[in-house]
């Protein structure tokens, strides 16, 4: 990809076909070969990366949009969260259920993900609860993690497994201790607008938000400070982040229909606007989000489409 420059496609490479609504979220698989999507159609589908041809038939049993998909680390496994309130584990290679639904929230679900371990899945809800459920059983694990006075739209665990943190309505990042559920210091504050998307760097030593506020803001994960300014140039909200595996850049998705790509040591943003992408097979004039994500082993950038 060329710094600063600005690519279109009247028709993109591959055309994943099949969702008969908004896709509202998505995930590669950890070897690369395969992308898992959620819908608003509510069914999950899996997809070859290299053809775009679904792998099996679409996974079914939700009753309500799937707002989060995640591959558990060994890939043999998919998580899903959606407004129907539950959580559902699937069969990554049958697309078969696996074991019964995981319920405990009182409102939508609106982020799942694995610790690098796989041991266990967390969830964050519209209940603004966090839950922690084990990846095995399904059993619940502890007390929900209570702290955020609006809903929790993201959670991610730290590169070591140790912490949870958390993007919240209520405009707040929160850090949590993965074994005991106890709140790490004080919520971080700063941006002035939703928190929609969180995630650590490789090393763990920073978390990246994006806010409804526009802007891109880079904590101490140890300390919860602020690192330097905010990263500022969309237009829009930012619906998404992600982080290179190197550590060396920040992606960052928004409302504006734009990628950036961002320096991660000195915030600088790489070029202008380095992606715009315009579908003719969807509506575009309800596209809200075109965002990316670094998957390991994958080549270039997996892109996530949600029209909202």
């Known amino acids: 990809m060329q710094k600063g420059r600005l690519l279109s496609w009247p028709t993109p490479?591959?055309?994943?076909?099949g969702h008969t609504d908004s896709i509202t979220s998505i995930c590669s698989s950890p070897n690369g070969y395969h992308i898992v999507t959620g819908s608003s159609d509510k069914t999950i589908r899996i997809w070859d990366v290299e053809t775009g041809a679904a792998v099996s038939n679409p996974l079914k049993g939700h009753t309500d949009r799937v707002q989060s998909v995640a591959y558990s680390p060994d890939g043999r496994h998919i998580t899903s969260g959606s407004r129907d309130r539950s959580i559902r584990i699937w069969d990554a290679e049958t697309g078969g259920a696996v074991g019964k639904p995981l319920e405990g929230h009182t409102s939508a679900v609106w982020s799942v993900a694995y610790?690098?371990?796989?041991?266990?899945?967390?969830?964050?809800?519209?209940?603004?609860?966090?839950?922690?459920?084990?990846?095995?059983?399904?059993?619940?694990?502890?007390?929900?993690?209570?702290?955020?006075?609006?809903?929790?739209?993201?959670?991610?665990?730290?590169?070591?497994?140790?912490?949870i943190t958390s993007g919240s309505r209520d405009n707040t990042i929160r850090i949590w201790d993965a074994e005991t559920g106890t709140a790490v210091g004080t919520p971080l504050k700063g941006h002035t607008d939703f928190v929609w998307s969180v995630v650590y760097t490789p090393d763990g030593r920073h978390i990246i938000s994006g806010s409804d506020d526009t802007t891109i803001r880079v904590w101490d994960a140890k300390t919860g400070a602020p690192v330097g300014k905010p990263l500022e140039g969309h237009t829009r909200r930012v619906w998404s982040v992600a982080c290179s595996p190197n550590g060396q850049h920040?992606?960052?998705?928004?409302?504006?229909?734009?990628i950036r790509i961002w320096n991660a040591e000195t915030g600088?943003?790489?070029?202008?606007c380095i992606l715009f992408l315009t579908l003719p097979t969807v509506n575009t004039s309800s596209l809200e989000l075109v965002t990316g994500t670094f998957g390991s082993g994958m080549p270039g950038l997996v892109l996530r489409l949600a029209m909202l």
């Open 115 to 163: 610790p690098p371990n796989g041991w266990h899945i967390i969830s964050g809800s519209e209940d603004r609860t966090i839950r922690i459920w084990d990846a095995e059983t399904g059993a619940a694990i502890g007390k929900p993690l209570v702290g955020h006075t609006d809903d929790v739209y993201s959670v991610a665990y730290s590169p070591n497994g140790q912490n």
């Open 250 to 258: 920040i992606i960052s998705g928004s409302g504006d229909r734009t």
């Open 13 to 17: 490479p591959l055309q994943w076909v």
């Open 268 to 272: 600088a943003a790489i070029g202008t």
